[in-house]
């Protein structure tokens, strides 16, 4: 056996099988390497080389998803999320429809809840507070990412309320209610469950901005959005000590609104009515920790406080996470010299494979994994000016992504022809980055995933790279 292959403690075997029936099974009869078949197969553990890449250039700007909360994770430690955000008008002066009799009732935050991401929900009460902004979004001005914030003045309110995991995404034919209008209600038209939280804001506050709202002349507060945005500002939403959970909401649903309710007479009858001031769908942001302000604290990252450098973590685990840009990196250029100590190998099939991913099984908790992994790659020079993943000169087959696969419980991406580049020493993009993915619900196409807190634990000695190759000549 060569030098290389002992080094990293290799066994060659068989893989004719492999080839002649298509089959997709490694397990192979194990053949001496100066076997007549000439194809070998070699299965190389690759945890030497994993680490962590935390990166901070991708906007927390209109990601369809506003969070707000904070759960500790048991191997990230303490992550935190609020929201940046302005309501948009009805229309010019909504007063307008207010009768001289109209009293306000009450003036509510409704915001409704897409998922949730924590440990323990049903042993913590979840509080969710709303502040007032002291200056508005100044979208045209700068940018705007996970550690991007700004001042707020005044409370306005807040809820506490327990968080149940079986009404995340509950679906009306999932349960054994009766089929009734009353029930139905409960459900949008898709048949989801409409599940919300709702922020009764100070009432003095509320008062005034009710009188406010009635007065309909022309330059008056609710007669134009500049004049709106100057008045209110913003909301801030964001979680106390003590929760468990950072909830997802989704700010475009026809159920998230700061409503005012109202009571006037109509004709001799009295009528109860609303008006709703939506999110304004391309001025919000979220602020998550860990970031650029607050390090990593609390579990195996402790330590990790730059980005684009490659990081160990203390403990045996690579870790991918979406919510705080944090990926995983792997240095592909052990396989620099692979060429020269096995005399031009030439790579038939590679593929490499992430191997049994820890999973948080509790009842109350949800800490999924990510459905998809994208693949790219880098260079050290290219990672340390701050490009996660960068173009390629040398043409290769690296699939763009990976999806987790149930049945077989692992991550498997095959990449023969960029192995090949490696081996032949022609490819300075040797180090692949894995990072967490989404398909955009405006566009289809996948972009880095900012919309959920979705996390990848997996033991480093479980990643593998797994190959099969012939040397020319070798009988």
Request: charged share 20%; net charge negative.
């Amino acid at each position: 056996m060569n030098l290389w292959a002992r080094k990293l403690g290799l066994v060659l075997v068989s893989a004719l099988l492999f080839f002649s029936c298509g089959n997709d099974d490694l397990t192979t009869i194990g053949l001496p390497p100066e076997n007549n078949l000439g194809i070998f197969f070699v299965e190389i553990p690759v945890e030497d080389v994993v680490s962590q890449v935390w990166v901070n250039d991708i906007s927390s700007m209109n990601s369809s998803t506003v969070f707000a909360g904070q759960y500790t994770d048991p191997d990230l430690g303490l992550i935190t999320a609020q929201n940046f955000a302005e309501l948009q008008l009805p229309s010019e002066n909504p007063g307008k429809v207010l009768e001289e009799d109209a009293v306000i009732d009450s003036l509510v935050l409704e915001m409704r809840i897409s998922n949730a991401y924590g440990v323990d929900f049903s042993t913590t009460m979840q509080t969710i507070e709303l502040y007032q902004m002291t200056d508005t979004i100044r979208t045209f001005e700068m940018s705007y990412y996970n550690d991007s914030k700004q001042d707020v003045g005044m409370k306005l309110g807040e809820e506490s309320f327990m968080l149940f995991k079986d009404s995340l995404n509950l679906q009306f034919t999932d349960t054994d209610l009766p089929d009734s209008s009353a029930q139905r209600a409960l459900y949008d038209a898709q048949g989801r469950y409409i599940y919300k939280t709702n922020i009764r804001l100070d009432d003095a506050f509320a008062n005034q901005f009710f009188t406010d709202m009635k007065d309909t002349t022309e330059n008056s507060i609710f007669s134009s959005s500049i004049n709106f945005s100057d008045y209110l500002k913003g909301f801030r939403l964001s979680g106390v000590p003590g929760n468990s959970a950072v909830i997802s909401y989704n700010p475009n649903s026809t159920y998230s609104a700061l409503v005012l309710y109202y009571t006037q007479t109509v004709d001799g009858e009295t009528v109860h009515s609303s008006i709703r001031f939506t999110y304004n769908p391309a001025i919000y942001y979220n602020n998550v920790t860990p970031n650029a302000e607050i390090d990593w604290m609390g579990g195996a990252l402790d330590g990790l406080d730059s980005f684009y450098t490659p990081f160990e973590s203390s403990n045996s685990r690579a870790y991918v996470q979406a919510g705080t840009n944090l990926f995983m990196k792997l240095d592909m250029s052990i396989f620099n010299n692979f060429a020269d100590t096995l005399q031009n190998p030439i790579i038939q099939n590679a593929e490499l494979v992430l191997e049994s991913p820890f999973m948080e099984s509790a009842e109350d908790s949800n800490l999924p994994l990510p459905e998809l992994l994208s693949v790219t790659v880098t260079s050290l020079d290219s990672l340390e000016s701050g490009y996660f993943q960068s173009n390629q000169e040398v043409a290769s087959d690296l699939p763009s992504n990976m999806e987790y696969d149930e049945d077989q419980g692992l991550y498997k991406v095959e990449f023969p022809v960029y192995l090949q580049t490696l081996v032949n020493n022609n490819n300075v993009y040797d180090q692949i980055i894995f990072s967490p993915i989404t398909t955009s619900s405006f566009t289809g196409s996948l972009k880095q995933d900012n919309t959920a807190f979705d996390r990848l634990v997996v033991e480093k000695s479980n990643i593998k790279i797994r190959l099969y190759y012939t040397i020319p000549n070798s009988n």
